[in-house]
Each structure stands twice: as C-alpha cells, then as structure tokens.
C-alpha cells in the first residue's frame, strides 16, 4: 500500500524510535488534527508502547498503519535546528535517524512503563510451602531465593523487571504494565513562605515553631528540603499551616548547577594586542550575522578563554545565544568557573558529572531560554540554545571530541555544521590545532587569528630532552625518574614551587614479561597486555573489558620469572615517595580520581597549592591554569608514538604540548624536562623546540605523500563476532562485493583489507576492519550505502564509522 492516501481522518506523521530497525523511523496516523515535529508521542511499537519523536508529516506508508496513541508535548521538545543537525549527524556518520534524536535529548525522557506484578496461583502454591519440591528443579539456594522474590511481589515490595519477567517465564507471578510519569518537566524545587503578618496558631506549639523560623527567612521563601532538615517530620506541620493560610507552598524550576570547587582565576586588567585584535574580529563577524567559522591559534597561556568571553559577551549584547564546547568539563572545572564568574546564572553547564536530574534542569534553562550560554562536553553540541551566534570548541584538537559509540560523531565538525546552519560565528581554539583544522584554514575555509604570545610577557618554558637510555642498567626493567629529573624535582619541591609529571600509563607497570620466553601476560578476552595495578590488592587488569585476575606465570611456558616491562602512574607514585620523602604527592587518573568531583577537589588542592607534586595521566594535561607550577616532567615522553595508528605522531606532540604548557604560568619561570628512548623522533624534537607549526608542516606533508586524511576521508567498516573464521568471511565478502562494485565505475573509493583490528580481540570479539579511503566523502558515502544491502552471517555485527579518530 506504498503511496496510498490516509486511511479514514488524520494525517500521516514520520516518528523516530529508538530502534534499529528500519533506521528508527516509522510512519503513524495522527487521529484529528497536526503536530509539528520535534514533539513526543506514544505510539504502539510491536506488542509494546514507544515514546517517538515527530519529524514531520510522512508522503506514504509501508507496512501496517496504525494510530499515534497519544501527543505529549504541548511545544516542540526539540526545537528545528537541532533536529536538523541529527539528521545531518545521521546521515553524515552512516547512523539510524531514530537513536540519533534519541542521543539528543537529555535523559529520562521516556514514558516509562512499571511493571506491576501479581502472584499466580502456581507462585502463591510455592510461597506457602505447598509444591516446592516439583516446582523448584534447582539448588536450595535459588530456591530460598526465588521464594524471597515472590515473597517481595506480594508485599509490594521493588523487584526489578529482568528478575520479574524471568518469574514471569516461570509461571510464577502475572505482569501488568502501566505507565509511570516521564520526568520531561523540568525538575522543581519545593518552596515554603510565612505569609507576612500571620499569627502563630495558640494550641500548635510545634506548628507555631515552625512558622516563626519562616517568618524570619527570607519572605520569598525557603526550599523545604532545608527546612525538614531543621524540623525533622514536620511535613504534617507543614500541610496544616498552608491549610490554615498562615504559610503558602509552591514550586519553582530548580536554578543552575552546582559547580565543582575551583578556583576562577584572575581577571583581565589589560588585554594583549593580540586578544584585542581577535575580538576586534569576532566582532565584526558577529555584526555581519554571516557563517564566519575562525581558528584562534594561541599558544598556552595566551589567554584564549578572554577572548572566547568577551566574543561571547557580543553575542550576548545582539541577544544571541552562545556555545562552547570543552573536552572534558569534570577535569577543567576552572574554565566553567570563569564562565559563571563572567556571566552567573546564564551559564548552564552540560556535563556527565551532573545527576541526571541536574542535567535535565539544565538542558531546560537552555531550552526555556533562562540560559542564554551552554557550556558543555560534546554532546552540549545538540542542547537546544536559542538562535545561536556564536560556537566555539576549546582544545579543538582533543579526541575526546570524537563519540566512539552509538552515534559516532565529531562534535567539532558537528558544531561547524551548527555554526553554518545558524549563521554564526565559529571559533576553533587549540595551541597544537589538529591536521585537518590546520588544512581547512590553508584551503581557506577558517580564518587564523593568532595570539603567539603567553600574557605579560611570560616566556614558554624552555624543554630539555633527557636520554633514557642511560639508565638502561643490566636486564631489569628501566628507571623511571631519570637523575636529571630526580634533581630537578628535589631542587623544585626544596625552593616551595610546585611540579607535574606526565606519564600516559594508569596503574602499577604497563605489563607483565616471561623471561624465559618472552610473552607478555595478556588478557584472554582482548588482544592487549594486562596491566598491573597494586592498588586494593595486587591484581591484573584489562584497561579495555575490565577482566581482572592474580599475578600468574606464563601462560606459554609455565615459568614465574614475570618481571615488569615499564610503568605506570601507581609505580612512579612509590618511587617519587622514596625520593622526597617530606613532600605532598598526589595523582590523577581515571583509577584515583573515582569520579569527576574527586578529580576536581584534587586539581583545586594543587591549585591552592597544598599539594606539591601531581602525576598523572593527560588528565593532568588539560587546560589547567596553575602559576605555581615551575617543573613539568613527562616521563615516558615517547610512549605515545608506540600507538598503531596513523595520527600518533601528531597526538605525541599535542600531548607534549599540552603539558608542556602547564609550566612556568605564574610569576616564576618554568621548566620541561622530557625523557625518551627515542630522543631523535620529529614529535619529541618539535615539542621540545615549541615548533608545533614546523611539525605540522612535515607532517602534513607526509599525509599528503600517504594519502591519508586530511588529503583524504577514510570509514573503518568494523565487523565483530564470537567466532574468528566467520568474522574474517564476513570481511572478506564485504571487502570483494566493494571492490566489484568499484570496477563498475563512479568515484573511485580504495579498498584496504579486510584485516585483524589493531586490537584483534576486544571483550571476547574478534574484530575485522575494512577501510575505505576516498577524496570525498560523497562516494564513501554512496559505496557503505550499497555494502549495507550485503547480508551478514549470523552472529557477525558491522559497524561504519566514517572520519575515525582512533584506528583500533
Ligand atoms: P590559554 O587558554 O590560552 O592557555 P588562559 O585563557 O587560560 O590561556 O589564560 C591564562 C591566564 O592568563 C589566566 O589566568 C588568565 O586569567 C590570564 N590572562 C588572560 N589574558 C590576560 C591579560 N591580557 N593580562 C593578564 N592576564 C591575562
Ligand atoms: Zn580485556
Ligand atoms: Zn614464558
């Protein structure tokens, strides 16, 4: 029935859910009247009802028409831009429109349904003792237990919904769905006020208590959260007292986010020339209401984030929105701080170290407008702002950027996408830009604008190489602070200044080696080495699938002479404490910091400079604003190049860079020492020169020679399964069928592999990639379209990911 007309009254409404199937998008008759898209509404989806969003009116319908149940939204919860901008991501990154728009909304969106539960007969004969034996063909354990759910059903009690649906299965209870209110509304604080004037009830001693603590607060009320916390249990009270109109309760939208403890840093006195004459840039382009997308190229410390301020703040003054995106917002809590210091409540940050609750009472202020600047981690690059003039993306060319699942997105390239659409101004802000930014501007699709200087004259610091090698001593395994840097910590921690050490490797050692045969310990459900880890008790664990296990001999040959092949945080943690014995040492890694608030009270400690040294992985690279800091040692500064991947040289010296860059930022000069094996290899030498420009030169030229992005666009087909020889004949075919399709003609698209994934095993799955390589993305595009149409064998999973950033 392609291309009939509606059926009877309604229109024909296109929905996303987020299904796979049938790329999540499915056509619906809307009963009486129209909706326009980015609206909710439950629809029936197979045997169950579904939350879907509207995309708009559909032409015709496949398949079985059936009715939307119900709207739920009385305005667009989506607004059109950001819809788009899915659609756009969608397309662009080969992904299902449905759980795309489904990834743009905030969480807890749903119309959940709960899951209510009444005993069988079957289950009630059990519970009372009557039938165990042929009911209960399983341990005395499972029994007791299955008996204490059934027990938990009856009272009423919270079992989850896997373990009821399994009673389910068993005959034992019946389920019923029903459905539980979606938490959509933005969340709200409870308010209690005393009514002015109003007399304390005689014959209610604990009422009339309660009324006076109110009458002397503030007159536009007091949340009651805090004021149960005073009167225990004086909720009773409470009602009473509004009953009696002496006091009035209502609701209000909670205000903005908490931010985590940090200190601001210091106001801009004077400008630079060099950050006067950005803005005098941005501005213009902010009054031209045109697309303008920028490079701001500055080196650390130069003092970016004045200039993304100040620009922000013209947008402001037009009545424009803003937004800028950061790597990682948990691990740069200063530069959220100097947001809210600039521009308080209008500041909404968007982030994973927020509850959900909070996240979606921020996503609200922006989305109700009460929050004219977002602040976010990538995914901030769908939060529903206001005609947007302004998006800047700091640290432009961090990976984090990169969504690795589900949608596998750039959220750099997204938000030049959102700038255009919008007509706004874009800002790229990075001191090591990445490769394909540096080309865009050379094409002259950016405009540079440069800021070479750090603030007040400060100098970078200069950088020495230090031979590791030479503490290559005998067959062991190598020190890891070298003399030079030992000397140079003590002489640091000796005059009260402050130091960071740099090593790209959490945990104890990186691995384990056999001696006798040379095989490294490593995990069986992933192709990499395990790591070594002394925290909570000596343990080995996978930094991929988390597989953990004891210390063991080698696998290949039984021996126990395992000894440690180079090291990690935790080990050089111990060492450093062996060496300055008085100081106060701290790391930082995903493995200590347990959470984005603990990362953020250690980096505000160091900043209050109650901690003497920090080590730690790039966690404590980022854009840290630190002046104390007078000593950055990387301790491994060549690790990085090990990486199989085409762009690891040029993520060597970011990183280098990067921390680098986080001495001498105070009033004292700084100083870097960086140790290596391979002292003579481009990105050590550039990172020591603070010649990133030379670097890219070079390099961009070998990427050209290679033809490698960004001369060209690559998409990794990855296929995974449980069994290795169907997973290689899945690659193999896919591999064959693209490159017959390729002798039939269009735009040439190169064919490499299929090969073993540079991580061949990863959680159990054998992994195959086929990498496709083209001038443009538009035959790429066209050739996965055609691949998909390619059956796959059971049990093997494809997925694209078009611009990849980590080859593994
Ligand atoms: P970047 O992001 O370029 O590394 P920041 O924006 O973090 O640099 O600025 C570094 C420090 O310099 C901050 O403490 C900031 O407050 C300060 N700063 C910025 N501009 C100026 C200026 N014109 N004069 C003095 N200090 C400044
Ligand atoms: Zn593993
Ligand atoms: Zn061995």
Redesign the pocket.
Known sequence: MAGAAPAGDGTLVEVALPVPANGGVFTYRLPGGTVEPGRRVLVPLGRRKATGVVLGPAASVRGELRDVLRVLDERPLLPLDVLQLVRWAAAHYLAPLGPAIRGALPPGIDLREELRATLTPEGEALLDGARQRALLPESKEAGTRTRQLLRAVRDGRAVRPGQLRALEKRGLVALSASEAKARVEAPQVELAAAVPGALPPARSPRQAEVLAWLLARDPKGVPVEELLAAFPGARPQLKKLAARRLIALRSEPAGAARLADAPW??A?????AA?SAALAELRGALDARAYSPFLLD?V???????VYLEAIAHARSQGRGALALVPEIALTPQLAGRFRARFGDDVAVLHSGLTERERLSEWHRVRAGSAGVVVGARSAVFAPGHDLGIVVVDEEHEPSYKQEDRLRYHARDLALVRARDAGAVAVLGS?TPSLETLRRAQEGKLRTLR?PER??GRALPPVEIVDRKTTLRGRGDPELLTPALSEALRETVARGEQAILFLNKRGHVRSLLCRSCGAALGCPNCSVALVLHREGGTALRCHLCGHQELPRPCVACGSEDVVPLSAGTERVEEELRGLLPRARIARLDRDSAGGPGKAAALLARFARRELDVLIGTQMVAK?H?FPGVTLVGALDADGPLHLPDFRAAERCVQLLAQVA?RAG?GEQPGRVLLQAFRTAEPAVLAAAAHDYAGFARDELARREALSFPPYARLCALRLQGNVEARVQAAAERLAGRARELQRRGGEPVEVLGPAPAPIARLRGKHRFQVLLRAREHRPLHALCRALAEVPLPPGVELAADVDPVALV
């Open positions: 840093g210091s801009v006195v004077r400008e630079t950050q500055g650390t410390g130069s003092g970016k984030t004045h001191a800021l603030v007040d854009g604003d860059g930022r």
